[in-house]
């Protein structure tokens, strides 16, 4: 009889997988396994393929997870088969068996060629390779505003929003963006369902989030809340003129026709001017009385001499 070798799977009490929950093309995944030869001749370069199933029958046609190879392995010897890496991500979402096929491309010569795979039947591993869903409603919380309606009262606003969810894990967080973009993204992350942003001077402002799963799926970006504030500033050239302050026009100190108080000051002129008038008349009439009289007594008292 040919010596050939015979690969088998030890227990599968001896396999294993690091995590129950993986993100498609995300988690660090690794998967290990003991293989041992029956046969009575050693065999190399011996490939172990890992693949994800959703049945308990693994076939090549099952998901490739990735393969390893053991260099030897002689008669009666054992040896385990380790795979690292990135999960694949063309792996849908759902539950799966992990399991092993030991030279899936039949190219070792066995004497068994039917006892070649194994898989954990006690557990199964979490594919989670969807988006999450993004927040379905967001409410400004302080005083009361509307989403891309302009206002001038609030200038300080803080945001809250629900509705995201995940269809096979959970939400982590949100990475979320404030500013004057509408387009604008970020890496601040997260893990409240709310942003209160510091105050803002005049504009339009955009709270944008994308919404982040336990394992690392990312929703795209939206926008949840445009907020506008501007301050109406009062044009001062339609402001009514302060006419006792501001025109000097108008101003009756300054207006020498209409104010009142020059024409008071006007009639109390005219009256001293009179006045002094008639005193003048008065006096030079008295003063006219007494030379005449002085010039009467002088001449009388001539006449007697």
């Known amino acids: ?64 997870i990735g393969f390893d190879i053991i260099p030897s392995l002689s008669s009666t010897a054992s040896k385990e088969s380790f795979w690292s890496g990135t999960f694949p991500d063309n792996i849908p979402s759902g539950n799966y068996y992990i399991g092993w096929i030991i030279d899936a491309d039949n190219s070792i010569d066995e004497f068994n060629e039917y006892n070649n795979y194994n898989f954990i039947w006690y557990s199964k591993l979490l594919v989670d390779a969807t988006p999450p869903l993004n927040p379905t409603e ?108 501001d025109n000097p026009v108008d101003d009756p100190v300054d207006d020498p026709i209409d104010n009142p108080v020059d024409d008071i000051e006007d009639e109390t002129n005219d009256s001293i001017n009179v006045n002094l008038e008639e005193n003048l008349i008065v006096e030079f009439i008295i003063i006219t009385g007494i030379l005449g009289l002085l010039v009467f007594l002088f001449l009388k008292v001539h006449m007697k001499r």
Request: hydrophobic share 30%; glycine share 6%.
């Open 138 to 245: 967001c409410v400004q919380l302080n005083g009361t505003t509307e989403s891309n309606i302009l206002q001038d009262t609030i200038n300080n606003p803080e945001f809250s929003w629900s509705g995201a969810k995940d269809s096979h894990t959970d939400v982590a967080g949100y990475y979320y963006y404030w500013g004057e973009d509408p387009y604008g993204t970020s890496t601040a992350f997260t893990n409240l369902p709310s942003y209160d942003p510091p105050a803002i001077n005049n504009g339009t402002y955009y709270m944008r989030v994308c919404t982040q799963d336990i394992v690392g799926n990312i929703a795209s970006w939206t926008t949840l809340y445009i907020f506008k504030f501007e301050i109406k500033i009062n044009n001062t050239n339609d402001e009514p003129v302060n006419d006792s302050i």
């Open 1 to 64: 009889m040919t010596d050939k070798p015979d690969l088998v799977s030890e227990y599968n009490q001896l396999a294993g997988y690091n995590t129950s929950i993986v993100g498609a093309g995300l988690t660090e995944f690794e998967a290990w396994c003991k293989i041992r030869n029956l046969g009575t001749s050693s065999a190399n370069n011996i490939k172990v393929s890992f693949y994800a199933s959703k049945d308990t029958t693994f076939t090549k046609a099952d998901y490739l």
